[in-house]
């Protein structure tokens, strides 16, 4: 016990850091599809692929027959996902943070079959699969 007081600032920083180190798995919403996944998911074509980046983003590349709607414009825009409320969705952004927002929103709004992409466009792009303009 003599130990532990002695070095409670140790034990502290200790504490911190292992509390930094597992707030980002904490934080994670929603189901998550690798890319292998999501291209194995896009080919079967019972998928829908939802981009919540901006109209501009969007604009400068996608993925090949995506769906924009901003995340800003989600809520508002989400009877436009009725007609695929039987299908998986996949919803991307650049990095995989925003669409994981998104995904916490559409399960809220009752889609069952809701996941982001892990890694969004850039590790798509990374990859070198096909991105439409």
């Given at each position: 016990m003599k130990?532990?007081?002695?070095?409670i600032w140790l034990f502290a920083v200790l504490l911190v850091s292992g509390g930094a180190l597992l707030w980002p798995h904490l934080?994670?919403?929603g189901r998550k599809v690798t890319l292998l996944e999501a291209t194995q998911r896009i080919n079967q074509g019972k998928?829908?692929?939802?981009d919540v980046r901006s109209a501009e983003d969007f604009a400068n590349?996608?993925?090949r027959g995506a769906l924009n709607i901003p995340l800003q414009?989600?809520?508002?825009?989400?009877g436009e996902l009725e007609k695929s409320r039987a299908k998986t969705i996949i919803v991307v952004c650049q990095s995989g943070v925003m669409s994981a927002k998104a995904s916490a929103q559409l399960?809220?709004?009752?889609?069952?079959?809701?996941?982001?992409?892990?890694?969004?466009?850039?590790?798509w792009q990374?990859?070198?699969?096909p991105v439409a303009k």
């Open positions: 130990f532990i007081i002695d070095n934080q994670t919403r998928t829908v692929v939802l590349g996608h993925i414009d989600l809520p508002k825009r989400v399960d809220k709004a009752g889609f069952k079959d809701v996941y982001s992409l892990t890694g969004g466009l850039t590790a990374g990859q070198g699969l």
